[in-house]
């Protein structure tokens, strides 16, 4: 019985992320707990016992994006090269900024920031700085192999590689163009920008 009540909780906390995530990127910070309760059809009742505010929610939707897109796994012990490691996080970090979701809930929370403060503080706690945090852990881990020894600054270092991967997709993107890049093209990009990266901080030339 337990089990199956666990189970009904858990499809029911899906079903608010699934209409959360869909409204906060169409519509923006705007939208009603109502509509959220509306279009995943539980009571509003429901969407506050998963969750305790709108802020709430809309965090545990930025949070959900970045791991459902595999940007979670632990790449302080992944023990493949580290230009192998990157290039896919790489890959998947642009992936996720080129989804229709994560590009328009970006655009609204830039657009209704005046209004709604609290959603762009959300929006870099829990978007940029976790992924910058998690690089940054990563590239420590290097730098104590000694495997980057003119990297000082992790954090840093972090925010301009994850610049770097935006690349012509994801900045076209902001603008509502497609860049036209296709795939091929994308990963050539992306590994460049590990490769430069990597030499630039001093990664042994041997290992690229």
Not at 6 to 21: G, S
Not at 22 to 27: D, I, V
Not at 124 to 145: C, F, H, M, W
Not at 163 to 185: C, K, N, S
Request: hydrophobic fraction near 35%; glycine fraction near 6%.
């Amino acid at each position: 019985m337990t089990t199956h009540l666990n189970q009904r909780k858990e499809q029911k906390r899906k079903q608010i992320l699934k209409a959360a995530i869909e409204l906060f990127s169409k519509q923006g910070y705007g939208i009603s707990m109502d509509a959220i309760a509306e279009h995943a059809k539980v009571s509003k009742q429901t969407v506050y016992a998963h969750f305790s505010s709108k802020d709430h929610l809309f965090e545990t939707c930025i949070i959900d994006k970045c791991m459902t897109s595999g940007l979670n796994w632990d790449l302080k012990n992944d023990k493949r090269p580290a230009h192998e490691v990157l290039c896919e996080y790489g890959w998947l970090f642009q992936s996720m900024l080129l989804g229709e979701e994560a590009r328009h809930t970006f655009q609204n929370t830039i657009r209704q920031s005046d209004t709604h403060p609290e959603i762009a503080k959300i929006f870099l706690e829990q978007g940029p700085k976790r992924n910058i945090a998690l690089l940054s852990d990563y590239l420590a881990t290097l730098v104590q192999n000694g495997d980057l020894p003119c990297c000082e600054d992790t954090e840093a270092a972090s925010m301009q590689l994850l610049l770097m991967l935006h690349g012509r997709p994801v900045y076209w993107g902001f603008f509502g163009f497609d860049a036209g890049e296709d795939e091929t093209t994308r990963r050539t990009y992306i590994n460049k920008c590990v490769e430069v990266f990597l030499r630039g901080y001093g990664y042994p030339s041997h290992l690229l």
